[in-house]
């Protein structure tokens, strides 16, 4: 039954889907690399599963899959801006970044292709989660050492539909970001400093869709950027409770930014719309299933919920739609 029903396009199965990249294509190298570096992964691979998290829809201005098989990514990094294409061939992973962030990226290309995961620290509990794993062998998870890019965005998220967050973060950081160093300039983009993100006027707020509790909640993060970023080199745990200390940023955005940043094999997300419902449906049948029942479900894999997670989203096996979807409101045109 795994795989009968296809995904539906919400947070949640772009959390436990993949990037759709061209397989068996031959590295192509791209105009005047800044730098470049190359790493052997100690098992299977696949960057479209590793990475997908990281982009926030299909325009993300931040990401980037091309039709040779590389993943194009702008980042902020502590040394500057950066631009890193990661491209996997042959059982190698080949990383070329431009900018001032160039050398910080490429030192972390290993950690960012999921080298600190240990995948063989999970055990399947149920046949449904085995299959899913068998048929993704090269699933590990991310880890970005960037707080803020993935806090910001899972702000914007908080209590909206999946295309309203997606249009406020491509307007935001089309509007306040700077093009990418390197040759994708134009098509890429940083996203804003915190400085920048803190003069914001409240009007450009409006116009992206961004509410004032959501709008607040960032220039609240982005005045302790610091202390937060510091926060990348913490257990998830105690990078969640830091993060949450911030007004306005709970468990689920808690969760969303460190299963991003520190690559969490154990930060489930609760408080999540879909989430349960898709857990208990694929585990016990239960289409009702709230945060209780799920985490209650998922206990056996205590230390690896979030991976657990992501296998049964990507096994397909959904409850069917009975209502219509939620509908989009635009405050920028009121």
Avoid at 18 to 45: K, N
Avoid at 138 to 154: A, C, Y
Avoid at 192 to 220: C, F, M, N, Q, Y
Avoid at 230 to 237: S, V
Wanted: with cysteine.
């Amino acid at each position: 039954m795994a795989g009968r029903f296809a995904p539906r396009p919400t947070r949640t199965t772009v959390r436990g889907g993949q990037v759709a990249l061209p397989a068996g294509i031959p590295r192509q190298t791209g105009p005047a690399p800044g730098r470049a570096r190359t790493w052997a992964p100690d098992g299977p691979l696949d960057l479209g599963l590793v990475l997908g998290p990281l982009r926030r829809g299909p325009a993300d201005p931040t990401f980037l899959a091309t039709p040779d098989g590389s993943v194009w990514r702008a980042s902020r990094t502590p040394d500057g801006p950066g631009t890193l294409r990661v491209s996997a061939y042959g059982g190698e992973v080949r990383g070329e970044a431009w900018g001032p962030g160039a050398d910080w990226l490429l030192e972390r290309l290993p950690v960012l292709c999921g080298a600190a995961d240990d995948p063989d620290a999970f055990a399947p509990r149920h046949r449904l989660v085995a299959v899913a794993r068998r048929r993704r062998p090269g699933l590990r998870l991310t880890r970005t050492g960037l707080v803020l890019e993935s806090l910001i965005p899972s702000v914007l998220e908080q209590k909206v539909t999946t295309g309203e967050a997606y249009r406020a973060w491509r307007l935001l950081v089309r509007t306040h970001g700077e093009p990418a160093p390197g040759p994708m300039a134009g098509r890429l983009w940083v996203m804003p400093a915190p400085r920048t993100w803190a003069l914001i006027p409240s009007w450009e707020w409006h116009r992206a869709g961004v509410d004032d509790k959501r709008a607040s909640t960032i220039l609240r993060a982005v005045r302790v950027a610091a202390r937060l970023e510091e926060a990348a080199g913490m257990e998830p745990a105690d990078a969640q409770a830091r993060l949450e200390l911030v007004p306005g940023i709970g468990p689920w955005t808690s969760a969303e930014t460190v299963q991003r940043s520190h690559g969490a094999p154990d930060a489930v997300t609760v408080g999540d719309l879909h989430l349960p419902g898709i857990v208990g449906w694929a585990l016990a049948g239960d289409r009702h299933a709230d945060d209780a029942v799920m985490l209650s479900l998922l206990e056996p894999y205590a230390g690896q919920r979030h991976r657990a997670a992501r296998l049964i989203l990507l096994s397909g096996r959904t409850p069917a739609r009975r209502a219509p979807r939620m509908p989009r409101t635009d405050i920028g045109r009121l």
